[in-house]
């Protein structure tokens, strides 16, 4: 049943929300909350004022050397999160209520830290919601045992490929059987823990699987493979091209061209479509449909509403190295390369604080931080994915429109294309 909140209006004609969402969002007196047109009504955005995720960075080390990873394109020092840093994070995201969320991912492989699962169980013990993300292959008998014990709310698992061949053809690895047989064995111990009761089983399961040339006829079986497994919720992101032959594998290249944001976009043709059958006709009918300029409403949702929007401040979000900095989002902890387009162009590292050197709360509300989070809320950026011409589109430190860095009009994150669980 779905819980439905509503909204009332005083005497004066302002919006009263409910409590919860008050609640929920920490919502203050003269607080600002951004409202967008979706076609037949509003959608209303959470405060930027609002920390309600926070990645964490364990390691940026990876037991896998796969084809897409953004570390074949990088010289970085390699690390480990120190407990202490670890305990700070913890002691100062306490303070914030309601409490984040603790994601346990970043460029590395989380469960080769080796102590990831204490990190866990301190978290889940002072009553944080705990997500983790992993490639599988660590996930032993062991470890599975005190992810479920533990509590862990959602286990992420990265898998781009349902038979050995495919998996391996990404992962350049064999790993599938043995992480197939972890998940199994993961499932197991759900039932000998909660019984037959899958909405009360924890960790929840979901599938990360990334989208090539290659692998994309895979997908299909990947979710049913993920279903046998338990899941419950699968995240499809396109690959980001850090070299010319994951460029050959784009699945996107021509949607770049298509994309126009903000009053441009608004200007193209909407068609509206029912709910029907997707089958060789209507397969064909849609892909012609999405491949022209027009914008397309499928059952009362525009495909497309949710570009040019920065994802890690809709989900209220920042991210800590492991060595204790902090960046806005995971995109920006590391300098690295892609195509955009035929351009190469540059993402420079960018961070607004140090846990080593200011409190978390600190940085959070910090005025150039937060000015930073409006200016990507309101995400005034020139569209450089799709125009793509100019030595600026090159880097994110400087733009057509002035904005200083770091510059946001080239992400792909942004336009919906780069998906993070």
């Known amino acids: 049943m779905a819980q439905h909140q509503y909204a009332s209006v005083d005497e004066e004609g302002r919006l009263i929300l409910p409590p919860e969402i008050v609640n929920t969002w920490r919502l203050s007196q003269g607080e600002t909350l951004r409202l967008d047109p979706n076609g037949y009504g509003w959608t209303l955005h959470p405060p930027i004022s609002c920390l309600r995720r926070i990645y ?3 390691t940026n080390q990876c037991n896998l050397n ?7 394109v990088w010289d970085v020092r390699p690390g ?12 100062q995201a306490a303070e914030c209520q309601p409490l984040p969320e603790l994601f346990f991912g970043g460029y590395g492989e989380p469960l080769s830290h080796p102590r990831c699962l204490d990190m866990i169980s301190q978290a889940k013990a002072k009553g944080f919601t705990v997500s983790l993300i992993t490639n599988g292959v660590n996930l032993s008998a062991a470890v599975a045992r005190r992810l479920v014990d533990s509590r862990l709310d959602r286990l992420w698992v990265s ?18 059987p043995q992480i197939i047989e972890n998940l199994k064995r993961l499932r197991a111990f759900q039932f000998q823990t909660f019984g037959f009761t899958p909405w009360l089983m924890t960790p929840k399961l979901g599938i990360a699987f990334v989208a090539m040339s290659r692998n994309i006829h895979n997908l299909p079986e990947v979710i049913r493979l993920g279903l046998q497994l338990g899941a419950t919720e699968f995240s499809v992101s396109n690959v980001l091209a850090h070299d010319e032959s994951l460029q050959a594998e784009s699945l996107y290249l021509r949607s770049l061209d298509q994309m126009t944001g903000g009053v441009l976009g608004e200007a193209r043709p909407l068609v509206h479509v029912p709910m029907m059958d997707i089958e060789a006709t209507t397969a ?16 009362g949702a525009t495909l497309g509403q949710n570009t040019c929007q920065c994802p890690f401040i809709e989900r209220g979000s920042l991210s800590i190295r492991w060595d204790g900095k902090v960046s806005p989002c995971l995109p920006l902890l ?15 590292e960018y961070f607004v604080g140090d846990l080593h050197q200011q409190s978390l709360k600190e940085i959070w509300m910090g005025e150039e931080y937060y000015a930073l989070r409006k200016r990507l809320l309101d995400f005034d950026f020139p569209p450089c994915t799709s125009c793509n011409s100019c030595e600026m589109a090159d880097e994110n430190q400087e733009d057509c429109y002035g904005n200083p860095p770091p510059t946001c009009g080239g992400c792909l994150w942004a336009q919906g294309l780069i998906r993070c669980p």
């Not at 480990?80 to 002691?91: G, K, V, Y």
């Not at 590391?334 to 420079?348: A, C, D, E, W």
Request: net charge positive; proline share 1%.
């Open 56 to 58: 964490i960075e364990v």
């Open 66 to 72: 796969c084809r897409t990873c953004m570390r074949n």
């Open 80 to 91: 480990w999160l120190a407990w202490q840093t670890f305990e700070r994070i913890l002691e």
């Open 159 to 176: 898998l781009d490929g349902a038979s050995p061949e495919c998996y391996q053809d990404v992962r350049l690895g064999n790993a599938l």
């Open 284 to 299: 064909s009918v849609m892909s012609q449909i999405l491949g022209s300029t027009h914008r397309l409403e499928f059952m």
């Open 334 to 348: 590391y300098t690295h390369t892609y195509y955009l387009g035929k351009r190469l162009r540059t993402s420079r």
